[in-house]
């Protein structure tokens, strides 16, 4: 079911007593909110971040996770262990991942089938590069990336999946699709989605230099369901402007 989420992601950011102090900071701001609020953080964050965010309205997710349930996977972290401290969300397939880590669209898929039979809700990143962009190869790349990333889910699924388009040119650069622009590419996304499943009830988020100034703009587009917040989301004060837009 479509609704209206602002998630954060934090990256390589905070220090737990840091992350406390944050959702102390955030709680009451958003506390009144209609919207869904999720902040993912670092793995060494989640145990803090979830006690101190017991008993508000906000909602805790990690920044990736591996598809085997154990093994010799040195420095990974498996569904269980999250679901065991109660973590929520998970991102998968950010753009770092995919540009640092060999992330691809198959293991994006394994991830995402991991995460659901885990319980876990998986937001899933799409976007294309400035060099895919400048080709005019857009809707080319991110119908097929989010095509793969769903690959052998039912309808039913989808209920429980965010998506996140995320063009990997506006991610900490600045800039930002214009308005028409990033509807139009989550659109496509819709439509993708629409002839494999029959249906595009699903939540689709924008991430690309989502801030105060331009939160409302992105937002209130018809197909665009919210944002995935990066350095806008390591402020309280400026994160709750993105919330409450």
């Not at 958003?30 to 993912?40: A, Q, R, Y």
């Not at 989640?46 to 990690?62: E, K, S």
């Amino acid at each position: 079911m479509r609704r209206k989420v602002i998630a954060g992601n934090w990256k390589m950011n905070m220090l737990p007593n840091e992350a406390m102090e944050f959702v102390n900071t955030l709680a009451p701001l958003v506390k009144d909110t209609k919207n869904e609020v999720i902040i993912c953080v670092p793995f060494t964050d989640l145990f803090y971040t979830l006690l101190t965010a017991q008993d508000t309205n906000i909602h805790v997710g990690a920044q990736n996770m591996h598809w085997e349930e154990s093994g010799a996977y040195t420095g990974e972290v498996s569904a269980d262990m999250l679901k065991s401290i109660n973590v929520e969300y998970v991102i998968i397939g950010h753009s770092e991942r995919r540009q640092y880590f060999n992330e691809t669209d198959e293991t994006v898929n394994l991830k995402v089938k991991t995460a659901l039979s885990k319980g876990l809700k998986p937001i899933v990143c799409v976007g294309e590069t400035l060099e895919q962009k400048e080709q005019g190869k857009t809707i080319e790349v991110i119908t097929s990336q989010i095509s793969k990333a769903l690959e052998n889910l039912t309808e039913q699924d989808l209920s429980n999946i965010i998506v996140a388009y995320e063009p990997i040119w506006a991610i900490g650069t600045g800039k930002t699709a214009t308005s028409d622009d990033a509807n139009n590419s989550i659109k496509e996304i819709r439509n993708e989605i629409k002839s494999k499943f029959g249906t595009d009830d699903v939540t689709i988020l924008y991430g690309g230099s989502v801030k105060p100034e331009n939160a409302r703009e992105l937002f209130t587009m018809s197909d665009i369901d919210g944002g995935l917040v990066g350095g806008a989301s390591l402020n309280a004060l400026e994160f709750n402007k993105i919330v409450n837009y």
